[in-house]
């Protein structure tokens, strides 16, 4: 069973900057995708950006050209560096993996759905 545990959240003024991390252990699988996610209060989880099994990053819109998202250690380490951090950003974020799709022609995807999840670190970003 992967098991995921981010770390790194916190406090920030608007316009600084956090590095989150997640640890990532129990892969039985080769391909995995990674991703972070994250969710304000009253609203839905929403996606902020994935890596792919080649390491091709995927962004929201919201946080192009701000954040970027890397691995490490085989997949055994993400990081999302946000930086310009902005109070709209304030929610819990979340690391999740699930296993590449494959679709043809020796190429992997991700899945709309992710199937390992962290338990989350709070980042607040005030005005």
């Known amino acids: 069973q992967v098991q995921l545990v981010e770390s790194g959240g916190g406090s920030v003024q608007s316009g600084g900057s956090l590095r989150l991390s997640c640890a990532a252990s129990?892969?039985?699988?080769?391909?995995?995708?990674l991703g972070w996610f994250r969710q304000a209060a009253g609203k839905e989880r929403e996606k902020v950006a994935t890596?792919?099994?080649?390491?091709?990053?995927s962004y929201a819109d919201s946080v192009k050209g701000r954040f970027v998202i890397s691995q490490a250690n085989a997949k055994y380490t993400l990081y999302l560096q946000m930086d310009s951090l902005k109070p709209e950003d304030t929610a819990t974020y979340y690391c999740?993996?699930?296993?590449?799709?494959?679709?043809?022609?020796?190429?992997?995807?991700?899945?709309?759905?992710?199937?390992?999840w962290g338990q989350g670190t709070q980042v607040t970003v005030s005005s």
């Open positions: 890596i792919d099994d080649d390491g091709v990053p």
């Open positions: 999740a993996a699930s296993e590449a799709i494959y679709s043809g022609r020796y190429t992997y995807s991700c899945p709309d759905s992710f199937n390992y």
């Open positions: 129990g892969y039985t699988y080769s391909r995995y995708c």
